[in-house]
């Protein structure tokens, strides 16, 4: 019995040191994703990091930018700032709260021709929820038609 | 308060008020549920994804009301050694571990489509996600100290006071650090959330309130039996041996 006992700490201490080890991998595997950095229009005219580095670009859709390219699933739009504006494409699936006039956070690098290439858009969505049937109202008829609704 | 000290008094309401809150409840979501996913119009920049909001916003209600539970029950029994304050606290971490996961999920699956991510470490995923650790580890303490023959229902209650710092931290996480995760839209001012949202959401919110209740009590009972239960085979062994 007492053998048994000492195998099973044994390997229930192997167990936990491969857990252990395996935690360790992803955190530094994840880390070294993570070392993606951050930059507003404005830093990157000014500073535009290297084509290899994973920056994340964060700003605002410019008002009346966003176009489809010729191939059909790519798009182009701007990201501004109040200083800088930077032109981006990216390709695949917008997230449905990406619209013109509001934030996004673009995941990607620059591209040799100072257009920002993205691999990963993310919107954000604000606190307001309105129907879809009121998506055409000015801010002021929307607010209106809010506090009747309430 | 102590009126309910006697366990026999308590069963004697919840016979009746647990069904009761079940029932009611289960009607009520439904209905709710029914409203919302069918009913209910699209939203103007989500669409249809929307409608994960009537599930996902109760749940995280009362994943935060579970703990609030909790730490009530915990302060219950520290400061007057109620006895059915530990059975209480008990009853409540389940549901509320069960509603946590379901706000994560749902709200993980309304992300991807929304903001464009599963998932992302911001202030308020990243503390409702500490909250489903906190259940987890809650409910392992709670059922060893159990396993010690019933003598500390002391530890599980520190811990639930303690764990309950995190309520609040998780409410204002979209203020303090307003990063992807948007501020809340039903506030003690009002609702950024139109009228046609806002009733089957609110509706939703109270029907599976009254289905959390239902399902504290049930337990509340079970665990009492199972004391119970276990109370007379004790005895019964004492006998045989005497």
Not at chain 1, 77 to 95: C, N
Not at chain 2, 11 to 27: H, T
Request: hydrophobic share 55%; aromatic share 10%; proline share 5%.
């Amino acid at each position: 019995m007492a053998i048994k006992a000492k195998h099973q700490r044994l390997v229930l201490l192997a167990v936990a040191m491969v857990v252990l080890i395996g935690a360790a991998i992803l955190a530094i595997w994840a880390l070294r994703n993570q070392a993606s950095y951050f930059y507003v229009p404005r830093e990157i005219v000014a500073s535009p990091p290297e084509a290899s580095r994973a920056v994340r670009l964060g700003g605002m859709v410019e008002q009346g930018s966003i176009r489809t390219l010729p191939d059909g699933v790519s798009i182009a739009f701007v990201v501004e700032d109040k200083e800088a504006r930077v032109p981006v494409t990216f390709r695949g699936i917008v997230p449905s709260l990406f619209v013109e006039g509001s934030g996004v956070v673009a995941e990607g690098h620059m591209g040799s021709d100072g257009t920002f290439v993205a691999d990963n858009l993310l919107a954000k969505h604000d606190e307001n929820y309105v129907p879809r049937e009121m998506k055409d109202m000015t801010g002021e008829e929307l607010q209106q038609a809010m506090a009747k609704g309430k | 308060m102590h009126g309910f000290a006697n366990p026999a008094r308590f069963l004697r309401i919840a016979r009746w008020l647990m069904p009761l809150c079940l029932g009611v409840g289960i009607v009520i979501a439904l209905a709710a549920l029914v409203w919302g996913l069918f009913l209910a119009p699209a939203e103007r920049l989500q669409g249809e994804t929307v409608r994960i909001v009537y599930l996902h916003v109760p749940a995280a209600w009362l994943g935060m009301a579970g703990w609030s539970g909790i730490a009530i029950a915990s302060f219950t029994e520290l400061v007057w050694r109620h006895p059915l304050a530990g059975i209480a606290a008990r009853a409540c971490a389940v549901p509320g571990a069960v509603f946590t996961a379901v706000c994560l999920v749902t709200g993980s699956l309304w992300g991807r489509p929304a903001w464009g991510t599963w998932w992302v470490w911001d202030g308020r995923l990243t503390s409702m996600l500490v909250l489903l650790f906190l259940y987890f580890g809650w409910m392992a303490l709670s059922q060893a100290s159990e396993a010690s023959d019933g003598a500390g229902t002391r530890a599980p209650a520190i811990f639930g006071l303690v764990g309950a710092v995190n309520i609040p931290i998780i409410h204002y996480s979209v203020i303090w650090w307003n990063s992807q995760h948007q501020p809340p839209s039903i506030t003690t001012g009002g609702s950024a959330m139109s009228g046609a949202f806002l009733w089957p959401l609110l509706i939703a919110m109270s029907g599976f309130t009254l289905i959390f209740a239902g399902v504290v009590l049930a337990r509340m009972r079970a665990i009492l039996a199972h004391q119970q239960a276990e109370a007379r085979l004790r005895r019964k062994a004492l006998a045989q041996a005497g």
